[in-house]
RNA sequence: GGGCCCGUAGCUCAGUAUGGAUAGAGUGUUGGACUUCUAAUCCAAUGGUCAAGGGAUCGAAGCCCUUCGGGCCCGCCA
């Protein structure tokens, strides 16, 4: 780590002059990159001594930093003391410059060693319907999750969890069996499109007129759940379909999985009732015998099983929960699911398969916050039942822009909340297809000779960039409004943006190829010291986006990066630069490497020309 | 009624974890820069009582309390 061993010396010859010449006491301080202006390494120390000592900061600085002594071994030049009180140091970069290069172009710059491990659940869409946009910032959210872990040393494994039976499956098998749904989607829609814009929305506006049909569901709720019914053979079949093209939308998008979790598997399990055994001697659960949830068993005035013995929503994300965490065993065997390109991805299976182990360290479930209530009280029954490891990494929601929600025909007076059982939002298919035509309109316009299948992987690049940047560039805690227009943009703070930098140095490089990395390289420009200093803060960037579970913080660098470089770019002529331009190439091809290095941490693949 | 999230430039957002130096980007508007490594770029100007009030602090956008505004959750639905 670069910029750390920087701040570890800084912090060691302050250290240092305080004991020798202020006092003996250990002291906590902030060491921290400095602020434009300031030098390269900022320290407060002096703030905080001041009332202790009781004189004024900018003297305690004059004082610390008279009793520095910086080795000439060091990565300091020099420190000073400014009049505000802060001690500002000056890093020698003639070494970091050198320093900076050649471990930012080594393999493997920014990762992390770890002996831990983690599941990162995520995605997890009932398999009635298509992926709506909203649906993207979970999948991306936790994708990017999984990556940032990976890098930071985990050994991750990614879970999707299906919940194949319930009230939405049973839904669509009534749709299809008495409303005549043909069990084939029209040519040139996907399947999951159909069965969500057409059999589910339509079977919801039935209900409204012909109740009778609730009690057919009902029924049909009932087959699926036993297993072995023509309606459990119709729901599996039905539902088989529906994930394997919302699967196909999400490699699309550059994602991938380790394990499929069917629900009808952890409920054929068992799996609930050693769970609920469970609960009840330890008494987490108690049985009411008066009051409104009279002969229900409950957790804190919450439902946990019905009076006629059936467990609700929340009792059945338990089981699941518990086995993420391994405080049951684990009743399942894997099968390979075909189709994943990339990595192989197994499924859940009750039948002949290979066994797994699941001894993790962390559970991270993605869910939206709109489910903190529900996900507090189970990361509370897990601690109750001995373990600490689940973690529910909330977000908050997609909303439609009145524009675009305008646009579909939605009457809103504002934003609108996306709902898939009434067929009010914009799925991820369209959006992709929509930010695929935009790139690929810009692209071929900017490379008219470019043959189409460059011209194909290009867009695709592009158009995936753009939507992963769009879902995670903000705080989890910040809704984000969706408008297709803002969202199809090229300039700003986009994935465009970003991506033309790296694009411009791959050029760079590949018209020279060739050049001396040995040399001394000459980098004492603003915009160049600049461009070092953030490559020498990956690392840091890394560990911040892992401590914090947070995708933004990569992606703000990335686009950091992007303004650095083009700024360097912008100001300084880089081929045929004579006795700088070896220093220059070095400095763009790792501007180049770190880029694209921190891109795939956001799952984002940067093309070289675009 | 209880709980969670948000409020920073006209608009979209960083910065709040760990309080410190002139509060930063993008977008918009206005004006500039392609004979020169891709102008999907860059430069300049413009734009702020950090929602309001109080408190603790030498020092607050950040911490504590209160209020206001916006979103979401609180079912024997999922």
């Not at 994930?243 to 991938?256: D, K, P, R, Y």
């Not at 005035?301 to 009792?315: E, F, H, I, Q």
């Not at 025909?409 to 695929?436: N, P």
Request: hydrophobic residues 35%.
């Amino acid at each position: 780590m670069v910029y750390n061993t920087l701040l570890q010396q800084v912090q060691d010859v302050i250290q240092h002059s305080i004991h020798n010449n202020i006092m003996q006491e250990q002291v906590e301080f902030v060491v921290e990159p400095a602020q434009r202006g300031y030098g390269d390494v900022s320290s407060n120390v002096a703030f905080l001594l001041s009332k202790r000592l009781r004189q004024s900061p900018a003297q305690i600085a004059s004082r610390i930093v008279d009793g520095c002594h910086t080795s000439s071994e060091g990565l300091i030049k020099s420190i000073q003391a400014h009049p505000s009180g802060y001690i500002n140091a000056y890093a020698d970069w003639d070494k970091l410059t050198q320093i900076i290069l050649t471990a930012s172009t080594q393999d493997g710059y920014g990762s992390m060693t770890s002996d831990q491990s983690c599941i990162v659940e995520h995605t997890s869409v009932n398999p009635n319907k298509a992926l709506h946009i909203g649906h993207a910032r979970n999948v991306i959210v936790g994708d990017v999750i999984s990556r940032i872990l990976k890098k930071a040393g985990y050994t991750v494994k990614v879970l999707n969890y299906i919940d194949d039976l319930g009230l939405q499956v049973a839904d669509i098998v009534l749709g299809f069996k008495h409303l005549k749904y043909d069990m084939e989607s029209p040519l040139g829609v996907k399947f999951d499109a159909y069965c969500g814009d057409t059999v589910y929305v339509n079977t919801n506006i039935q209900y409204e007129t012909h109740p009778e049909l609730l009690d057919i569901r009902n029924r049909i709720l009932y087959n699926i759940e036993q297993g072995d019914t023509d309606d459990a053979r119709m729901a599996e079949q039905i539902t088989r379909q529906v994930l394997a093209a919302q699967l196909e939308t999400c490699w699309n998008l550059g994602v991938s999985y380790d394990i499929l979790n069917f629900e009808s598997h952890i409920v054929l399990s068992g799996m609930w009732h050693e769970i609920f055994d469970r609960l009840k001697s330890m008494k987490i659960t108690k049985f009411e015998t008066k009051g409104e949830n009279t002969g229900c068993w409950v957790i804190n005035d919450k439902v946990l099983v019905r009076s006629n013995g059936t467990a609700t929503y929340m009792a059945k994300d338990i089981p699941y929960a518990a086995w993420k965490v391994g405080i049951i065993p684990d009743p399942f065997k894997y099968v390979e699911y075909e189709g994943q390109p990339g990595s192989t991805l197994y499924q859940t299976t009750l039948q002949d398969g290979a066994d797994m182990s699941f001894n993790v360290d962390m559970v991270i479930t993605v869910i939206d916050s709109r489910q903190s209530n529900l996900q507090n009280i189970i990361t509370n029954i897990l601690a109750d039942m001995g373990s600490k490891k689940y973690i529910h990494l909330g977000y908050e929601a997609v909303t439609l822009s009145r524009k675009t929600a305008t646009g579909m025909g939605i009457d809103t007076d504002g934003q609108a909340q996306m709902s898939g059982r009434r067929g009010i939002y914009v799925g991820v298919d369209a959006v992709y297809k929509a930010l695929y035509d935009n790139a690929h309109h810009e692209t071929s316009k900017r490379n008219p000779k470019l043959d189409s299948h460059a011209l194909h992987l290009i867009s695709h690049a592009l158009s995936v960039a753009t939507l992963r940047y769009e879902m995670i560039r903000q705080d989890l805690g910040r809704a984000i409004t969706f408008d297709m227009d803002t969202s199809t943009r090229l300039d700003g703070d986009t994935a465009p943006y970003i991506l033309y930098s790296y694009a411009r140095a791959c050029r760079i490089l590949e018209r020279v190829p060739n050049f001396d990395h040995n040399c001394t390289p000459n980098l004492n420009e603003q915009k160049e010291r600049e461009l070092l200093r953030l490559l020498s803060m990956y690392p840091l960037v890394i560990r911040d986006a892992t401590s914090n579970l947070s995708p933004k913080v990569v992606a703000r660098y990335c686009h950091d990066l992007a303004v650095a470089f083009n700024a360097f770019y912008e100001s300084c002529t880089i081929i045929g630069s004579g006795k700088y331009e070896s220093g220059r190439l070095y400095l763009t091809e790792a501007f180049s490497i770190v880029m694209y290095n921190a891109l795939s941490v956001l799952g984002i693949d940067a093309p070289h020309k675009m």
